[in-house]
């Protein structure tokens, strides 16, 4: 069982920045496929970003490539989400989320195992 716990979000101007931190319980956090999702009111889940388990390889949503970045810290058991030139339409609550599947990094929300509870991120125009 994983426990994964967001912080990070808040309220911003649009091109500005934050950092969302996601950290994970459970000593096979390293072993983990890791993703950040996000859901705006009204629309789907949708994907971010994700990082291999040993964090050499990303993969990004068209929407936020050049402007996002996402990051792993194995021995804090955390993942990071960098997030500037941010825009109104970055508005929603952030997921992060753990896929036990080591092969690829996938970006079907209904592909990770285990859930975050989400956190606001609000870019104001």
């Known amino acids: 069982q994983v426990q994964l716990v967001e912080s990070g979000g808040g309220l911003v101007q649009a091109g500005g920045s934050l950092r969302l931190s996601c950290v994970a319980s459970?000593?096979?956090?390293?072993?983990?496929?890791m993703g950040w999702f996000r859901q705006a009111p009204g629309k789907e889940r949708e994907f971010v970003a994700a990082i291999s388990w040993r964090g050499g390889t990303t993969k990004y949503a068209d929407s936020v490539k050049g402007r996002f970045t996402i990051s792993r810290d194995n021995a804090k058991n955390t993942v990071y989400l960098q997030m500037d030139s941010l825009k109104p339409d970055d508005t929603a609550v952030y997921y992060c989320?753990?896929?036990?599947?080591?092969?690829?990094?996938?970006?079907?929300?209904?592909?990770?195992?285990?859930w975050g509870q989400g956190t606001q991120v609000t870019v104001s125009s």
């Open positions: 459970g000593r096979t956090f390293s072993r983990y496929v």
């Open positions: 989320a753990a896929d036990t599947n080591q092969n690829s990094l996938r970006i079907a929300w209904n592909e990770y195992d285990y």
